[in-house]
């Protein structure tokens, strides 16, 4: 696995920035970002870019998942010099991003077909584990992660009134008690808007918890499984999971609604704080504006980034 710095070409070279929309079966991987001694889907992708490319490349993405969760919706992206974009044709008269998607699609395969295992299951398959959807020239000023509006993803629960369905197992929860839809909704209900969600995330240093849950809401299927939707401008670090983990416990009736409102306000993680299992969780979609407001919204982003975090360490030397 390649873990050594990116060799960024200067940029005074005129990069070309590729989009890449990306879906992934996580169960094989030890998240998205690169770890050293594990395989991630960000380490697999930049392996793959550097035999295309022959130079270590560095990928940005609009959403970092953990451990075992899967994607249909990421997007990531990268910067390559014109030589390299328009040489992926070899000289045909093809277009430079369906042939960048080929070799780039083939070139994964072979990584993954390696030798590369996870979880103790073989990634030989008809069906890569990884796949470029797309790779498009991005429109200017595009960036994976500070130009998304918003990331929305899903989470596939059975409780004790739902069959069973063995073929399911690796992308929906088995919960060991009856659930009731309005309940989980009453509850998620108390958690929208623009909030401090200190208490649903992994703390990191510097970094805010601050965050807009758009939208939270649980629906129950024909096939009687409950598909939990969340959406949120963006998330800290197993907000999805510790959200979905607490708001079960109000559907089981274990705890009342204005619990997670509790919780909320008093911004403190603890035991309480339960995470869902990761494996039914599915980064379905990342939005992104139009392409003359996408260098906008990613300064934008930047710079209210940057507010955050000089309020949150003016915070800190005033408790001190």
């Known amino acids: 696995m390649i873990t050594q710095k990116p060799a960024v070409p200067p940029r005074d070279g005129g990069l070309l920035r590729v989009r890449l929309d990306i879906a992934y079966d996580g169960a094989l991987f030890s998240g998205w970002a690169v770890q050293p001694g594990l395989t991630t889907v960000q380490g697999v992708l930049e392996e793959a870019l550097f035999t295309l490319l022959r130079r270590p490349v560095r990928l940005t993405v609009g959403g970092r998942t953990d451990a075992g969760v899967h994607a249909r919706g990421q997007v990531a992206h990268v910067d390559l010099t014109p030589g390299e974009w328009h040489g992926m044709a070899r000289g045909r008269d093809v277009d430079p991003a369906d042939a960048f998607l080929r070799r780039v699609t083939g070139t994964i395969n072979r990584v993954l077909t390696d030798g590369i295992t996870g979880r103790g ?8 584990a990884v796949v470029v959807r797309a790779a498009t020239r991005a429109p200017e ?10 990331r929305r993803y899903s989470y596939a629960i059975a409780d004790t009134g739902t069959g069973q369905d063995p073929l399911r197992r690796h992308t929906t929860l088995w919960y060991p008690a009856p659930l ?4 989980l909704n009453e509850g998620a209900g108390h958690l929208l808007g623009m909030q401090d969600f200190a208490a649903f995330c992994k703390p990191r240093e510097g970094a ?7 939208r939270y809401a649980f629906a ?9 939707t969340v959406q949120a401008d963006a998330f800290c670090h197993n907000m999805v999971r510790a959200l979905i983990g607490s708001t079960l ?30 494996h039914p969780l599915v980064l379905e979609e990342i939005a992104y504006p139009g392409d003359g407001e996408v260098g906008a919204r990613a300064d934008l982003t930047r710079s ?3 507010a955050e975090h000089l309020a949150l360490s ?7």
């Open 249 to 278: 416990r109000v559907g089981s009736g274990e705890m009342p609604p204005v619990w997670l409102a509790d919780r909320l306000a008093a911004r403190l993680k603890d035991a309480r704080s339960i995470l869902a299992a990761p």
């Open 208 to 214: 805010t918890t601050i965050r807009e849950l758009q």
């Open 314 to 320: 003016q915070a800190s030397t005033d408790d001190d």
């Open 121 to 128: 299951r073989s990634v030989r398959n008809s069906v890569p």
């Open 180 to 183: 009731d839809v309005a309940r």
């Open 141 to 150: 000023g595009f960036d994976a992660r500070f130009s998304a509006l918003w």
């Open 304 to 306: 209210r980034r940057t």
């Open 220 to 228: 129950r299927g024909h096939d009687g499984v409950i598909t939990a």
